[in-house]
């Protein structure tokens, strides 16, 4: 997680945001509004979550996998541990 206050109350909006977007398609399942509405609305959030999952899994990478001066760790073993990362969160 970002380690910036400012940082983290951007990314809590950013679930705000979604978590009404969620709302307004249980909203529109229930009032049996058009499919290609209610598509549109799931392709919305499905956007914002994968924008969500990009952003913390960038702040992730920054903070967790790079090199430091006191990492001894390879740049292979750095590479296989992003790959393994992504494969994970990209399923």
């Not at 549109?40 to 992730?60: F, P, Q, T, W």
Request: hydrophobic share 40%; aromatic share 2%; net charge negative.
């Amino acid at each position: 997680m970002p380690h910036i206050d400012k940082e983290k109350q951007k990314l809590v909006a950013r679930i705000k945001r979604i978590r009404g977007q969620v709302d307004s398609i249980e909203r529109s399942l229930t009032t049996s509004d058009d499919c290609a509405d209610i598509l549109m609305l799931l392709a919305n959030v499905r956007g914002g979550i994968n924008s969500l999952m990009a952003e913390v899994l960038e702040d992730h990478i920054r903070l967790h996998l790079l090199p430091t001066e006191k990492s001894v760790a390879q740049p292979q073993e750095l590479a296989e541990d992003l790959i393994d990362l992504v494969r994970a969160y990209l399923k």
